[in-house]
Antibody
Framework: QLHLQESGPRLVKPSETLSLICTVS??????????WGWIRQPPGKGLQWIGN???????YYNPSLESRITISVDTSKNQFSLRLSSVTAADTAMYYC??????????WGRGTLVTVSS | SYEVTQPPSVSVSAGQTASITCSGD??????AAWYQQKPGQSPVLIIY???RRPTGIPARFSGSNSGNTATLTISGTQAMDEADYYC?????????FGGGTKLTVL
């Protein structure tokens, strides 16, 4: 059954690195048919695309976050991950992982709320 | 950078037709998608490639995209359709989301 599940620390200190993992069931993170991505949503606000990874290696990042982002895959665990460095309170958000077809995100995880606070 | 704009809120009486717009420069030349998000839930894809509905999405949801505006239309709006709706487009390799529209069903 196709399923995405986010995991990782719910609380991160300012200036540290946020790290999240998305575990994929029912599809492959190295599939040539799909991209795998991260989207976030600050409390009470709209959606912001963070970035995608394709075929396990090609990455596309939001220009506004690019200097702080790394998205990678672990093929042995069928997971992909997000690292966001130098976090501030503005990075507090619900973080979703999602599967992307050619032009749209057709499957989303349930999301995980990450709070940046000391 | 490319931006798309949605009205913050739209109200519609139950049973009537709701239209939610998404505006951007030459948006009609790009492909638009729409997502529905209910409180406490993840977004759900309801329209992709301007007009296509994923399996399981009711036929009362439809989309169009021309000129500078993409439109999500909900015919015979039901109380269960009350939610936030987001449009999504592309600019080069970047994904662009609209700010979202809160649909209230009266």
């Amino acid at each position: 059954q196709l399923h995405l599940q986010e995991s990782g620390p719910r609380l991160v200190k300012p200036s540290e690195t946020l790290s999240l993992i998305c575990t994929v069931s029912g599809d492959s993170v190295t599939s040539s048919s799909h991209f795998w991505g991260w989207i976030r949503q600050p409390p009470g606000k709209g959606l912001q695309w963070i970035g995608n990874i394709y075929y396990g290696q090609t990455t596309y990042y939001n220009p506004s976050l690019e200097s702080r982002i790394t998205i990678s895959v672990d093929t042995s665990k069928n997971q992909f991950s997000l690292r966001l460095s130098s976090v501030t309170a503005a990075d507090t958000a619900m973080y979703y992982c999602a599967r992307r077809g050619t032009w749209q995100f057709d499957l989303w995880g349930r999301g995980t709320l990450v709070t940046v606070s000391s | 950078s490319y931006e798309v704009t949605q009205p913050p809120s739209v109200s519609v009486s139950a049973g009537q037709t709701a239209s939610i717009t998404c505006s951007g420069d030459k948006l009609g030349d790009k492909l638009a998608a729409w997502y529905q998000q209910k409180p406490g839930q993840s977004p759900v894809l309801i329209i992709y490639q301007d007009t296509r509905r994923p399996t399981g999405i009711p036929a009362r949801f439809s989309g169009s995209n021309s000129g500078n505006t993409a439109t999500l239309t909900i015919s015979g709006t039901q109380a269960m359709d009350e939610a936030d709706y987001y449009c999504q487009a592309w600019d080069d390799s970047n994904v662009i989301f609209g700010g979202g529209t809160k649909l209230t069903v009266l």
